[in-house]
DNA sequence: CATGACAGTGATACTAATACCGGTGCGCGA
DNA sequence: TCGCGCACCGGTATTAGTATCACTGTCATG
């Protein structure tokens, strides 16, 4: 076996980013925020929509910088974020 | 142009980040952490010589959490850590 | 109604992340 | 000296992240 792919919970864990990224954008636009986060639009989008599970760190960094947010903050308002569960979830 | 490859600073980036878990893994064995970050070995090695200059999102969480680290704190000693600047560098 | 900005979708293309395997070298205790 | 554990590396295999492009839909405004 060689590079597992994503499970349920991963996918699922990834809808809360998205969800919790999406809700702190706020009024502004996508276009607007991945601009200045450096990224493509689309990219963004798919994060929000959890189309892209586990995103780059440095991506999801830059997103939360623009938006002005902690990244532990971000973290403790996506629940379930003990270490190994982190990771593991439902492996 | 589709993906394009990582530049240099973007790798130079991933360097300070694993020369910090690093630092911040002290005295523990790589697999000790690895095992308990529910990421295999060879993955949290790879991570710390900066030969995975942009691991993702959760996998560094959940490192820097058996850790102990804040991410704040961890994004902190990295450096040029604004905005566009941790996606875009020197793109 | 026409136009334009934004969001969403799906396809395509290419690189990166991750896991597993086999092998090497080093230091330390039996 | 012989294991043994740990770190490191290179190769292989597979999935995931990201960008670009080409659409479609919606909504406000001219």
């Not at 349920?8 to 925020?33: P, Q, Y």
């Not at 689309?42 to 910088?65: H, N, W």
């Amino acid at each position: 076996m060689v590079r597992v792919p994503l499970t349920i919970s991963e996918r699922e864990r990834g809808e809360r980013l998205g969800r919790a990224l999406r809700t702190a954008r706020a009024g502004r636009s996508i276009v607007d925020v991945a601009t200045q986060a450096g990224i493509s639009p689309e990219t963004l989008r798919k994060i929000e929509r959890g189309r892209i599970p586990t995103p780059a760190f440095f991506t999801v960094v830059a997103v939360a910088d623009v938006l002005g947010l902690s990244l532990d903050d971000l973290l403790a308002g996506l629940g379930a974020d003990d270490a190994a569960e982190m990771a593991t979830l439902g492996r």
